[in-house]
DNA sequence: TAAATAGTGTCTCTTAGACAGTATGAG
DNA sequence: CTCATACTGTCTAAGAGACACTATTTA
């Protein structure tokens, strides 16, 4: 896809700030809410040398038809996962947050299954790890405006976790009721009754049953897939326990 | 406020996109929602001449110091409201929407009170105008990708309004628990039961009695403000009526 | 006193939450 | 058998929705 100028004249010649795009990739990694940073360049001229930053980086007018496009190029690469669970969160633009100057980026936000990859150096790039969440936002620490962005996709997730059935795209398919459970659980930092989550998720009929899961041990669960993966179930009320 | 190349090296010399703001301002206006257009210029070899859209336009990378305060920039140009509701919608980027090239917006909502100026062209700038929401959304005719932007815009406020105070942005203060019943009603486009209304609104502890209000005939009613304008209380529950 | 709008009382029914119970597998 | 985990039943209390009622003004 290349830029064409058509009928039209170019637009006035103002100065442009750079345009990025960054993903926060969440997974649950080690039972705990993690997400996925890459370590700047160590070499003194790159912004921020040696910190950790989202995955990100410049949109190319000639590969990238949409900025939708665009994250899902960036999350391929450092994750090859393909069809994830993927929103946009927001965008971040200003005058200061890249010493290089005036920039603005699209930040989207991504759930993908419990990934195996252990808390150090990656296997498809150099310099790629998950990290623990809540380890993250007790000690920003992170390159550009980066330490912002993430909580605010870990509020955006946490809120969301209260009223949908977002948590369904942190878990490989099959998956049973107890799993999802426990991802409800470590997502909301707090425990849910098991009743009423089995009802609630029942009710509102977004999974299909997918035969008997062999568990670790013990009695079996039913496995379910789920009916839509273009998106999550809204419930009508919230998680909050009674006040 | 101007672009400093500090002890960094400059940006890969990447083309880049251009970066506008618009903004989708909501009001009142006789008596049904509606928002500001602006119509182009007819010029041939301006993009979408003479069709409406959503003010807004390029980053300053002098003015503005980050995309919030362009926003709220454009908003004060086009309607001389100061600090009303703004907040981030999203944003649209990708290779077609602009004839003129890759471009990216970064999107804004705001709701302001309800505004006197008539449906016709305003007194500030020439060629602009308060449209009702549903003709526009029945009959998209507008520049750019701003048909689906609106379309976005109008979801988010009518789905928030199911369960938040953002309805009173739409009013000047003082206002009366009926003005802001009608102004849920004409957004949600159905009635709402006055006695759960009242008792909602009251629980939520947002408001902050000012005093009666001489209403336009009858008896008075109490006048609110309040508490905090800075951003809409959430409510624990939905509006649906009982399935 | 009538009309109009502001504001309250009350009943019912749904349902979340709490928790105790039963079912079904492994060893 | 026991133990562990999957799953179900039941009680209770909060609160939303529906609607009828009272209150306070103008004309």
């Known amino acids: 896809m290349t830029v064409t100028q058509r009928h039209s004249k170019p637009a006035p010649d103002f100065p442009r700030p750079y345009t990025t795009v960054d993903v926060v990739i969440f997974t649950i990694a080690q039972g705990q809410l993690s997400v996925l940073l890459v370590q700047r360049p160590e070499h003194e001229d790159d912004p921020f040398p040696g910190l950790w930053a989202l995955p990100g980086g410049f949109v190319n007018v000639d590969l990238?038809?949409?900025?939708?496009?665009?994250?899902?190029?960036?999350?391929?690469?450092?994750?090859?996962?393909?069809?994830?669970?993927?929103?946009?969160?927001?965008?971040?633009?200003?005058?200061?947050?890249?010493?290089?100057?005036?920039?603005?980026?699209?930040?989207?936000?991504?759930?993908?299954?419990?990934?195996?990859?252990?808390?150090?150096?990656?296997?498809?790039?150099?310099?790629?790890?998950?990290?623990e969440v809540d380890e993250l936002l007790a000690r920003p620490a992170l390159a550009f405006d980066h330490s912002t962005i993430l909580q605010a996709a870990v509020e955006r997730l946490r809120s969301k976790v209260e009223y949908t059935s977002l948590p369904a795209f942190l878990l490989t398919e099959p998956f049973t009721l107890p799993q999802l459970q426990q991802v409800y659980e470590t997502v909301l930092g707090r425990s849910v009754d098991k009743s009423g989550f089995r009802t609630r998720m029942l009710a509102a009929n977004f999974l299909v049953e997918a035969g008997h899961v062999e568990g670790t041990s013990n009695r079996p669960a039913m496995g379910y897939r789920l009916a839509d993966r273009s998106g999550p179930v809204v419930f009508p009320r919230t998680f909050s326990p009674r006040g």
Do not use: M
Request: aromatic share 10%; glycine share 8%.
């Open 64 to 131: 990238d038809a949409d900025l939708q496009a665009c994250a899902a190029r960036k999350l391929k690469e450092k994750t090859g996962v393909d069809s994830p669970y993927l929103e946009q969160l927001g965008s971040w633009g200003g005058a200061a947050r890249d010493p290089r100057g005036w920039s603005a980026t699209h930040v989207y936000f991504a759930l993908i299954p419990a990934h195996d990859l252990p808390l150090t150096k990656g296997a498809n790039a150099a310099d790629v790890a998950w990290f």
